[in-house]
Nanobody, 121 residues
Framework: VQLQASGGGLVQAGGSLRLSCAAS????????MGWYRQAPGKQRELVAD????????YADSVKGRFTISRENANKNMVYLQMNSLKPEDTAVYYC???????????????WGQGTQVTVSS
């Protein structure tokens, strides 16, 4: 099972970006998918996550600006729409999948490669 993230880039403050993450492999289901970020010199932190049932959870710092979603037809895709971006949103963003069930095993806490988001002031 692999996670592939895309969509990062450089944007001015107030702008928008959309991150995408695709989980590949012989996946039967994924319980929770989410996005974390890590800024230089800081710990990795949760940005938002979403369950297979559509329940969402957001960091206080992004509420009202970011929206996480999963594709209805393919729940192995997760997106993060980021609006009204601020310089403090600058970080490497990581896709995460937890309780990934395959026919042979259940994997926990899988990470994709990071994608850089840079917001200029």
């Amino acid at each position: 099972v692999q996670l592939q993230a895309s969509g990062g880039g450089l944007v001015q403050a107030g702008g928008s970006l959309r991150l995408s993450c695709a989980a590949s492999g012989s996946i039967l289901s994924i319980n929770v998918m989410g996005w974390y970020r890590q800024a230089p010199g800081k710990q990795r932190e949760l940005v938002a996550d979403i369950t297979s049932g559509g329940n969402t959870n957001y960091a206080d710092s992004v509420k009202g600006r970011f929206t996480i979603s999963r594709e209805n037809a393919n729940k192995n895709m997760v997106y993060l729409q980021m609006n009204s971006l601020k310089p403090e949103d600058t970080a490497v963003y990581y896709c995460n999948a937890n309780e990934v069930r395959t026919a042979l095993y259940t994997a926990v806490n899988l990470w994709g490669q990071g994608t850089q988001v840079t917001v200029s002031s």
